[in-house]
């Protein structure tokens, strides 16, 4: 149960990713590639990325491998890891320094 829940984590995060980075990619070429066969358009979305989805992103992956190998302990409360997920308190802190 526990190896399903990191794999689904692993992969909400990527997917996170992917729709951010590569959704307008992704149906640019589809377009091309279908045209020929007739097939209609898909819009493009042309959304803005969000500042630091890549840091996020994998910040929570190593968050989620950590407290699955046992390195470090997932907090007593959900709203303290919302909100360090949002603080980006990592880049200006000292990795000794934080809990």
């Known amino acids: 149960m ?4 990191l794999t689904a984590g692993i992969a909400g995060n ?9 959704a307008d990619f992704l149906a640019g070429n589809l377009n091309v590639v279908l045209a020929p ?5 898909i819009p493009l979305l042309h959304m803005a990325l969000p ?5 996020v ?13 046992g390195t470090s302990r997932p907090p007593r409360r959900s709203r303290t890891t919302a909100c360090s997920c949002c603080s980006f308190r990592n ?5 000794s320094s934080i809990s």
């Open 91 to 95: 880049c200006w802190q000292d990795r």
């Open 51 to 55: 500042i630091g989805v890549s840091f």
């Open 57 to 69: 992103v994998f910040e929570k992956i190593t968050y989620l491998v950590d407290t699955y190998r």
């Open 2 to 5: 526990r190896q399903l829940a």
């Open 37 to 41: 066969l007739g097939a209609g358009r």
């Open 14 to 22: 990527l997917a996170i990713l992917v729709f951010y980075k590569y």
